[in-house]
């Protein structure tokens, strides 16, 4: 009889972590929940940029939220080019990203690019707003329209390969003038005089423009 017992109590104590479990291994997915703060937005060189945010050169960005964690979204530069998303892939959960590797893929009829990571870590949380509704990533880039969360332990070291401060408005300016140089001869209507290029000009150009704007803006 004791024996019996035993056995019983053994197969409860399995039942229960069985179903336990499944609860507590995906905790990291529901950061998502976490919102985000109003941005400080400041006027530099034509642009608006939020205050206290880090820029990658492939034109995403990150904003240090403490204890490791490091919140990521592209930048009004890239929303603008591209002016409508279909559907945003995002890296999978508990996946270990390197800075400058791919983080993302936007489609858009069709046509993809692919983004970058801005720091290195671990991808924790994803924005299923944003997953439903990819347009957010451009039409509130900086708030609502984040991508995910990554745990960033290395996150200081990261951020000196990042455009911050009083660096990233000339740099929008010079990126916008680029496009623009880039875009004159095939359109000149498409070609802006300053501030952001013309709003979803990336998928109205030919696939050997797009490709050469994808290299030389977001490093892919």
Not at 17 to 30: D, I, K, N, S, V
Not at 125 to 153: F, M, Q, R, T
Request: hydrophobic share 45%; net charge negative; glycine share 10%.
């Amino acid at each position: 009889m004791s024996i019996l017992f035993v056995l019983l109590t053994f197969l409860l104590i399995l039942t229960v972590m069985y179903f336990r479990g499944p609860q507590e291994a995906p905790a990291l997915q529901t950061m998502d929940v976490k919102s985000i703060a109003e941005p400080v937005m400041l006027r530099a060189t034509g642009f608006e940029v939020p205050q206290g945010y880090g820029f990658h050169p492939g034109h995403t960005w990150v904003l240090d939220e403490g204890h490791q964690d490091a919140r990521v979204g592209i930048d009004a530069f890239a929303g603008n080019l591209f002016g409508k998303i279909d559907s945003i892939e995002l890296a999978g959960l508990n996946r270990w990203i390197r800075q400058g590797q791919k983080l993302c893929t936007l489609k858009r009829e069709g046509r993809s690019v692919e983004l970058l990571s801005p720091v290195e870590g671990v991808l924790v949380s994803v924005n299923h707003e944003v997953l439903k509704d990819p347009n957010l990533a451009v039409e509130d880039p900086y708030k609502n329209g984040w991508l995910c969360l990554i745990k960033a332990p290395e996150l200081a070291i990261n951020s000196k390969n990042l455009l911050q401060g009083p660096l990233v408005g000339p740099w929008l300016q010079n990126c916008a003038t680029r496009v623009s140089a880039m875009l004159q001869p095939l359109n000149p209507a498409m070609a802006q005089d300053g501030g952001l290029p013309v709003k979803g000009v990336y998928f109205e150009v030919d696939s050997g423009l797009q490709q050469q704007i994808a290299r030389e803006f977001f490093l892919s």
